[in-house]
């Protein structure tokens, strides 16, 4: 009945989401872990206040990513985000101008903007064109982006989500027209593109942390503490895994196979 | 209702999703692929809204002679060129196949080498010494460049080595931790979706 050479995995996902569940459940009891400081995502609110005060508006991007592949992640951790940088642009009367690259992204992104300009008691200011779709194409989306920070002369650009090649281009292109750039990706290619070109730059984990990390919801800071665990639990596999086989053994292999 | 709907279908797919990964049965596996071709019509009628989205902001731009307009107008001539010649004539028309390999192919190769000098106004940025990180990266940046090209090699023989070393070792530690915590991330993000507790991605409220 199970998979064969899926059953270790199995194990482990059941490991992580137990461990995640369990520190869930002790933050909605109260003890609400602390989490460090992401100046990448402390940055975003100064960022768009710079945006306001100089009457530009926000650049923000998900990503090329979708909603049904391995960027999936990536890409709601990006919508995360995009609702929290909306509901600030929302509260400072700051134009934000999103842009998209999957065609299934782009109504969701656009309630999001939509919901939160409601919820900031702006909802009149909210226009459909904040929302665009631009291309499902690489470099069709990226020459689209790079005409809207030029021609729209962004104040700050936030890509957040799955990026590829065009990483670099849109990094650069918000760094000539003068824009606070703050990228987050967790594709190793990728980053140090962004670590180059940008001011802050969120790596890896810390992306698909944002959207806990901002939401300042207890429940969900629970749930990083739970992944902290795990990653013990991951580090705890790599050393017994590297004493087994420095010692001769290849037992763990074999485990990790079934 | 709004949200609690969305949030059920959501969260039944995507567990009944990952129970077929761990499983061998046929029933569940028929509804997964059930559930991946009724993704595949979701798509196609989203790739419908982006388009209209396109029509109105770029129709809008035009009607109203706003800056831009002239693009505006290329873009949209551009759409129902494509969008005509590839559904009547088929994607494999001598039309269709003229617009792609003579338009939208060098467009994209020009895009693309376009990186080349973005990486070398990033790097002049990235590599100034302003920091101790900073200058991490600019010496072992100079190393790899010279460990990478020929003229390293003749300069000193050790240059390949110390570059190779670089990548294989701290490189390879550093990305290594960076996947292991994203893989766990992502595990984690799935699983705050798949029971709820995670909302951001259907907007703030």
Known sequence: MLETGRIFAMISLLVCWVAVYYFIDRARKGDVPTLRRIPGLDALDEAIGRSTEMGKPVFYSPGRGNLTTSSAAATIAALDILGHVALSTAKYKCDIVVGISDPAVYPLAEEIVRTSYRTANVGDMFKPEMVRFLSPDQFAFASSCLGIMSREKVGAAVMMGFWQAESLLLAEGSAQVGAISIAGCDRLFQIPFFVAACDYTIIGEELLAGGAYLSGDPIQSGSLAGQDLVKLFAVVLLVVGVVARTAGSDYFVKLLAK | ?205
């Open chain 2, 1 to 205: 209702m709004r949200r609690s709907l969305p949030l059920t279908i959501t969260s039944f797919v995507g567990f009944w999703i990952v129970f077929d990964y761990f499983v061998k049965i046929d029933f569940v596996r028929t509804w997964t692929v059930n559930f991946t071709n009724w993704v595949i019509i979701v798509a196609a009628f989203a790739l419908g809204l982006g388009a209209v989205n396109l029509l109105r902001i770029h129709g809008k731009r035009v009607t109203e002679r706003r800056p831009g307009w002239m693009e505006s107008s290329v873009l949209l001539v551009a759409l129902v060129y494509m969008t005509v010649t590839g559904i009547f004539l088929g994607t494999s028309s001598e039309a269709f196949l003229f617009a792609f390999t003579n338009l939208q192919q060098p467009l994209s190769a020009a895009m693309f080498s376009l990186l080349v000098f973005f990486i070398a106004s990033a790097s002049f940025r990235a590599f100034r010494a302003r920091s101790i990180e900073a200058a991490v990266l600019l010496i072992s940046g100079v190393i790899l460049m010279l460990g990478r090209a020929p003229i390293g090699e003749v300069i000193w023989t050790k240059f390949p080595d110390i570059a190779d070393w670089i990548m294989q070792v701290p490189n390879l530690a550093g990305n290594r931790g960076i996947m292991i915590g994203a893989a766990i991330g992502i595990v984690s993000v799935a699983m705050r979706v798949l029971l709820g507790i995670d909302r951001g991605y259907m907007g703030q409220e």
